[in-house]
């Protein structure tokens, strides 16, 4: 089985997109599917912050890569719906700390685009988790304003 995971919004800083453990998360999912052999594929695209952070990405991954069998990971600098031609359809797309409530108009096209073409999303944010504060009223709006369907609202998760 392969399974393929597009983040967007992806960035180079430590504690974000730029070093996350890609083999946890394919024995995550390869336990959850039942698939021993299972294959994950990722594309990070994003990196529009710095022109040399997909460079740190991409050079960060290879090297953590070589003891994660079965992932293989890419990185791409731009917007999604910019180069979503040359990447393959994915089986799901990461909306990484989004902020909609400040960058809404940059990721509508990339919804739009992914509403389209049924692409199942998550989005990620910061919030209170108390009060659901601004990343989660914004992400449900933006989804209100597009026409996506929820099928969950956001909530605190987080898997061990």
């Known amino acids: 089985a392969k399974v393929v995971v597009h983040f ?3 960035s180079s800083r430590h504690g974000a997109e730029g070093n996350v453990d890609f083999g ?3 024995k995550a999912l390869a336990h959850v599917l039942q ?3 299972l294959d994950l594929q990722v594309v990070l695209v994003g990196f529009i912050d710095e022109p040399m952070e997909v460079e740190v990405a991409m050079q960060h991954y290879a090297t953590e890569q070589k003891g994660w069998p079965g992932v293989r990971v890419d990185c791409r600098r731009g917007m999604y ?3 979503v031609d040359s990447l393959g359809m994915p089986d799901l797309c990461v909306l990484g700390n989004a902020g909609f409530e400040t960058h809404f108009a940059q990721w509508a096209p990339s919804m739009v685009l992914l509403r389209d073409r049924h692409v199942p999303m998550t989005a990620t944010g910061y919030t209170s988790v108390d009060r659901m ?4 009223p914004a992400i449900l709006e ?3 304003v597009l026409g ?8 605190w998760n987080f898997a061990v």
């Open 148 to 155: 996506i369907k929820v099928l969950a609202p956001p909530a």
């Open 35 to 37: 698939s021993p052999d």
């Open 8 to 10: 967007l919004g992806a």
């Open 24 to 26: 946890w998360l394919r």
């Open 142 to 144: 933006a989804a209100k």
């Open 133 to 136: 504060s601004h990343d989660a």
């Open 81 to 83: 719906h910019e180069l």
